[in-house]
């Protein structure tokens, strides 16, 4: 009897509580089937949970680990390939001091090409143009830059550099890549996210069909980061040191892009945002760090869209730790893939996953490149990191974590719409969908998820 009043009392506190706040609903779903220490101690995680925002902890232990926040920018989501190069050539052309670009890869094909013309115009206007691509990044796709191509910008003013050359022996450039995907402009624009420079951002591919990915644009202080991330990586690779006020006017901005894509958000230029920047040796656990702890402070819904989730052990028991304690986790992969092996080992975890108690949907009509979170409403992330160990342990990388719950509705409202074109992984629908063969495939490829 005792018990049963214990029970009602604390059920009502957390009733009372949540219409107040809107967070018990999850609790008192599952409330009847859950012993009456439980409930206590679910209630009283509900009530501490008003003055421990998921953002503010967030936040929190991430300052801790050395990431720095600003409350004065502005996140501009640009969801297809289309989107982007159509925003970021515009405010190239209007570009007045300086340009410098970072990409995993430029593609020799016409996307980069109508790029490489603007940025010689702009050369030859006087604007400093300085761009990055990885050894690796280039010889890797099917339609890489050649020695000619170097040439001819070097020739027309364009400063374009090489990360870490592959020579032999050639083993020892596997691991550290520049997988980071940075442009700044004048010092006053960003673009930062998932797509490096080709034409299949809008055509698509045969091989894998549509090809979705998410970039965005970012104004404010946090530019004023990328800009140093992107200087250093330029005085690691050519040994040249570049400073100046000038380049820095995320935080002061002078002047006026006409024509870029505009949100109106009502939070436009007051976004707290941070970068979470990966560089071995220095930064090396900023990213996992990140995603651990974002995860972890997850205390209603997280959204996961990821292309490589093969998934590293810490990561993955924060997701099964987030189910348990009773977070909705949804979670997105696509069924076509633009490598080998990578797929079976990424199906073989959302299986598994989907046992956990996770929802799994998978998205049928292209590729799905996208690397994003939502957790919550509040917080969310964009940038080049994949959950495999090769951008979590070896790579660099570099992500916009955004406290903002506009820019998260964005996001999670992208997930809902491609819904529509996946289908959910049930149980005994993996069965059906992999053949035994497959399946086998699948399990032995997660064997070598620490070296995807």
């Not at 940075?182 to 960003?190: E, K, L, S």
């Amino acid at each position: 009897m005792e018990t049963q009043h214990i029970k009602l009392l604390t059920l009502l506190i957390i009733l009372l509580y949540g219409h107040t706040h809107g967070q018990a609903c999850t609790i008192l779903a599952d409330s009847a089937d859950r012993d009456s220490s439980n409930i206590a101690e679910l209630a009283s995680h509900t009530i501490a949970s008003d003055s421990t925002r998921t953002d503010s902890t967030i936040v929190r232990l991430l300052r801790e680990d050395g990431i720095t926040f600003s409350h004065d920018n502005n996140i501009t989501l640009l969801k297809t390939g289309q989107e982007k190069f159509d925003d970021m050539f515009c405010a190239i052309k209007q570009a007045r001091h300086s340009v410098h670009l970072e990409y995993f890869n430029f593609r020799n094909d016409s996307i980069a090409m109508l790029l490489f013309n603007i940025l010689i115009e702009k050369a030859k206007e006087g604007i400093e143009v300085r761009a990055l691509y990885d050894a690796f990044g280039n010889s890797s796709n099917n339609k890489p830059l050649k020695k000619k191509h170097i040439t001819w910008l070097r020739e027309n003013g364009v400063q374009i550099h090489e990360f870490d050359p592959i020579r032999f022996p050639w083993v020892n450039h596997i691991f550290g890549r520049d997988h980071r995907k940075i442009v700044v402009i004048d010092g006053q624009i960003a673009y930062t996210g998932g797509m490096n420079v080709a034409d299949y951002y809008i055509e698509g591919t045969e091989q894998v069909g549509k090809w979705c990915d998410m970039h965005c644009r970012l104004e404010g202080t946090e530019v004023n980061t990328l800009q140093k991330i992107f200087l250093k990586a330029w005085e690691k690779v050519t040994g040249e040191s570049i400073d100046g006020e000038q380049y820095y006017n995320g935080d002061s901005p002078k002047y006026t892009y006409k024509g870029l894509k505009d949100y109106a958000l009502p939070t436009a230029h007051k976004m707290m945002c941070g970068i979470v920047n990966r560089e071995p040796h220095k930064t090396p656990k900023a990213v996992r760090q990140f995603y651990y702890h974002t995860i972890n402070a997850a205390k209603d819904t997280m959204r996961i869209i990821n292309p490589y989730f093969t998934l590293i052990p810490k990561i993955k028991k924060a997701i099964k730790r987030a189910v348990k304690r009773g977070v909705v986790v949804q979670i997105m992969i696509s069924e076509p893939s633009d490598i080998p092996l990578t797929p079976d080992c990424v199906f073989y975890n959302a299986n598994k996953m989907q046992k956990a108690g996770c929802q799994v949907w998978v998205y049928q009509p292209g590729f799905h490149h996208t690397k994003v979170i939502m957790v919550d409403g509040e917080v969310c992330t964009v940038g080049s990191t994949n959950l495999d160990a090769r951008s979590l342990k070896c790579d660099y990388e570099a992500n916009v974590a955004i406290i903002d719950p506009h820019v998260t509705q964005q996001l999670t409202d992208l997930f809902e719409n491609d819904k529509k074109f996946s289908f959910k992984l049930e149980d005994g629908v993996y069965k059906k969908w992999r053949t035994p063969w497959q399946r086998f495939r699948a399990w032995f490829a997660h064997l070598f998820s620490p070296f995807m």
